[in-house]
């Protein structure tokens, strides 16, 4: 059976100010997506956070960008919304950009990771969750999984990952993809995704070798930036993402130890700065040092005829102890560097600042070095 398998999320009201979801928001989502899931629109259902942000986590047969999943979800968040500005949260509605759903969410503001596949005997899935970050803050995590035999040994040990996948990676810049193979094409690959401001990777496939069906993603990323929706700063575009695992996949341990190093993306404080990604378990998914730092939440599934287990918490472990005290310190170190790079973006990725406007007033008072 081909199952769906949708996160969308959205920060819809931050308590207080962008730290963390108020649960009454979780529990609209949970009685809306109950209501779904008893008229059969849904299968089922994860309703989570990670800082600010609502993620709507769900299992359909309606495959990727269906209106009604989209609808449910664009519905869930005005509804959300309201008991928002009721209980004057920050930044109530902030990333519903449009007032009126037409029929798609993307483009409109929430994020959007989705993928369609043939279950297997046994489904093994991830549910990666970001706030105050990026897009390309899963480039690292998703290279390093699917490509790099230090972390996945399965690359080399296991016959049917050893020829490698294939990664589709989107230009956001000027809406362009392109597909790239690895190994092959590894060090074109790694050109283009080190610059994660600009490519992300979107999905991975698995080889025409594979015993999986070649047009069925094996992980997705949402990829929406909402300061290129809006045309100005409206909030940030905190990611999620989708993963599955064993069984001629990277195991779910190869899949986590890709998040072991603390790296570094963009977007912690006014989407501006840059700071270590610190794995967390749900009840430390707030956001609070200087609005971060910035933190992935894992929950991982079994799926099986399109219904989920509860989740594990997968970060929620000793294990991880630490690469969140490494986090930790290169916090504090960047910390240090006040508004200087490289913890403050270069001029051209400030999305939120105060530069163009500084840069504007010194304008003429730039002499001409002789
Ligand atoms: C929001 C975020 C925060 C805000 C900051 C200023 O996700 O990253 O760091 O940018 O708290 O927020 P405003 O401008 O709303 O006061
Ligand atoms: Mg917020
Ligand atoms: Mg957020």
Redesign the pocket.
């Given at each position: 059976m081909k199952t769906t398998f949708s996160i969308i999320k959205a920060?819809v009201g931050?308590w207080p100010?962008?730290a963390l979801v108020h649960p009454d928001l979780k529990e609209i989502a949970r009685t809306k997506l109950t209501d779904a899931k008893r008229n059969n629109l849904i299968l089922d259902f994860n309703i989570a956070h990670c800082?600010?942000d609502l993620e709507l986590i769900m299992t359909h047969t309606n495959g990727v960008d269906a209106k009604e999943i989209h609808s449910l979800a664009w519905d869930t968040f005005c509804e959300a919304t309201e008991r928002a500005r009721d209980l004057g949260l920050?930044?109530a509605g902030q990333d519903l950009l449009c007032d009126a759903f037409s029929g798609n969410i993307k483009g409109m503001g929430p994020g959007i990771a989705e993928m369609e596949f043939t279950e297997r005997k046994a489904e093994p899935i991830v549910a990666f969750l970001m706030?105050?970050t990026e897009p390309g803050a899963f480039n690292f995590p998703i290279f390093k999984m699917f490509a790099d035999p230090f972390n996945t040994a399965g690359l080399i040990i296991d016959p049917s990952c050893h020829d490698g996948f294939i990664f589709e990676v989107w230009d956001i810049h000027e809406h362009k993809n392109v597909m790239l193979k690895s190994p092959e094409e590894m060090y074109d690959l790694l050109a283009i995704i080190g610059a994660k401001s600009r490519f992300v990777i979107k999905r991975v496939f698995p080889k025409p070798s594979s015993k999986l069906p070649k047009d069925e993603p094996v992980s997705a990323i949402s990829t929406e930036k909402l300061y290129q929706i809006a045309g100005e700063y409206v909030?940030?575009d905190?990611p999620v993402g989708i993963v599955r695992a064993q069984s001629g996949l990277p195991a779910l341990g190869e899949v986590l130890e890709a998040f072991s190093l603390g790296h570094l993306v963009s977007?912690?404080?006014?989407?501006s700065h840059n700071g270590p990604l610190m794995p967390v378990g749900l009840k430390d998914a707030q956001c609070t040092r200087f609005?971060?730092p910035p933190r992935v939440v894992a929950l991982g599934f079994q799926l099986k005829n399109g219904h989920i287990t509860e989740p594990v918490d997968l970060f929620d472990d000793p294990a991880f102890d630490l690469t969140r005290r490494k986090a930790q310190d290169i916090m504090d170190y960047l910390r240090r560097h006040g508004p200087f790079e490289p913890h403050r973006l270069p001029m051209e990725d400030m999305e939120?600042t105060t530069l163009p406007k500084v840069m504007k007033k010194l304008g003429t008072r730039f002499k001409k070095i002789k």
């Open positions: 920060d931050g100010g962008h800082g600010d920050y930044g706030d105050k909030g940030k905190d977007g912690w404080m006014r989407g609005d971060g939120y």
